[in-house]
């Protein structure tokens, strides 16, 4: 069975950095697309970052949404299952509960897409305050 399980949420201030985890079991994702979305209250789940490999090449590339590009930092561990995500500089608009999401697709053609993604962890809350 195939979990993914994020962690280190939680209630911050604005300013701080604060790194999710989330480690993967049951499979390895090992040069498979990695990613994280975020869904406010009230909103729809959206696009945070994904890691993916360039066909042909050893190397990950990254995606970031606008809005995050500059703070936030998606990164892995391979020898781990593990993907993070460093968020830089918080702000009020980034509470949102985080999911982790992986695909078993080696290629990724729209990494900002939901669908995408066929694993899904449970979330973990951030909650920034001003």
């Known amino acids: 069975q195939v979990q993914l399980i994020e962690s280190g949420g939680g209630l911050v201030q604005a300013g701080v950095s604060v790194r999710l985890s989330c480690v993967a079991s049951?499979?390895?994702?090992?040069?498979?697309?990695m990613a994280w979305f975020r869904q406010a209250p009230g909103k729809a789940r959206e696009f945070v970052a994904a890691?993916?490999?360039?066909?042909?090449?050893?190397?990950?590339?990254?995606y970031y949404a606008d809005s995050v590009k500059g703070r936030f930092t998606i990164s892995r561990d391979n020898a781990k299952n593990t993907v993070y995500l460093l968020m830089n500089n918080l702000k009020p608009v980034d509470t949102a509960v985080y999911y982790c999401?992986?695909?078993?697709?080696?290629?990724?053609?729209?990494?900002?897409?939901?669908?995408?993604?066929?694993?899904w962890g449970q979330g973990t809350q951030v909650t920034v305050s001003s």
């Open positions: 999401a992986a695909s078993s697709d080696l290629r990724l053609g729209a990494p900002k897409s939901i669908s995408e993604y066929n694993y």
């Open positions: 890691l993916a490999l360039i066909d042909g090449l050893s190397t990950y590339y990254t």
């Open positions: 049951g499979r390895t994702f090992n040069g498979y697309p």
